[in-house]
């Protein structure tokens, strides 16, 4: 059974800083693995999507990298605003099934 | 731009009433889900749909049913609701190619 861990569960840095956030997984036979930002009581944005094939996406200041042997994605967040103050979670799709298994996510705090 | 949207954003009911949480994308997809998010438990699979009046069990089916009519829309009923059911639902649809999953606002429902 997949499990999907994120480390740390909480984060706070001030504005400008360059940070990653991480994401493993145990089992690597995964289709891809997607990043959703999540602002309180709201739903979730999707932010990046890496397919199984790929080693990174890009999307503005984001960056998300795929390790598959070593079961891990991380999530680079370049000069870091306050804007960008939510919860992050990473989710693996399964390669046999639709399903989703979502990790509960890192809560970052940007000071300004 | 993908748009799923619910019907409610709050929502209040007593123990023991039928609920009914609809969910409605725009983008043709084949594939709805529903989860329900907790503190400390994260987002769980209720159930999902990969096609009109097709159902898969997610993770914690037990309590709830849901019914696909028409491809754009996806509804989750409590049959009758109790008060573990208070949670936030969010409804989400994914194309069956390229996978990215797209999520609704969400409802927050409290069951008194």
């Known amino acids: 059974k997949q499990e999907v861990t994120q480390i740390p569960a909480a984060l706070s840095v001030p504005e400008g800083e360059n940070l990653v956030l991480n994401c493993s997984f145990t089992d690597s036979a995964i289709y891809n693995l997607q990043w959703f930002r999540q602002d309180p009581g709201k739903g979730l944005t999707s932010l990046l999507l890496i397919q199984s094939s790929q080693r990174e996406q890009t999307s503005g200041r984001l960056n998300a990298s795929l390790d598959k042997s070593s079961g891990r994605s991380t999530l680079y967040i370049a000069a870091s605003q306050p804007g960008d103050s939510a919860t992050y979670l990473c989710a693996a799709r399964g390669g046999s099934n639709y399903k989703l298994t979502f990790g509960k996510g890192t809560l970052l705090t940007v000071n300004p | 731009d993908v748009k799923v949207t619910q019907s409610s954003r709050y929502l209040v009911k007593r123990t023991g009433e039928k609920v009914f949480l609809e969910c409605v994308q725009d983008m043709d997809h084949e594939n709805m889900f529903w989860y329900r998010q907790d503190p400390g438990l994260g987002l769980r699979l209720i159930y999902f749909?990969?096609?009109?009046?097709?159902?898969e069990k997610g993770d914690i089916p037990e309590g709830y049913s849901v019914s696909r009519e028409k491809k754009e829309r996806f509804s989750l009923i409590l049959e009758s609701a109790s008060t573990n059911q208070t949670s936030m639902y969010l409804c989400?649809?994914?194309?069956?190619?390229?996978?990215?999953?797209?999520f609704g606002p969400g409802t927050r429902l409290t069951v008194l």
């Open positions: 989400a649809s994914s194309s069956p190619g390229y996978n990215e999953q797209f």
């Open positions: 749909s990969y096609d009109v009046k097709m159902k």
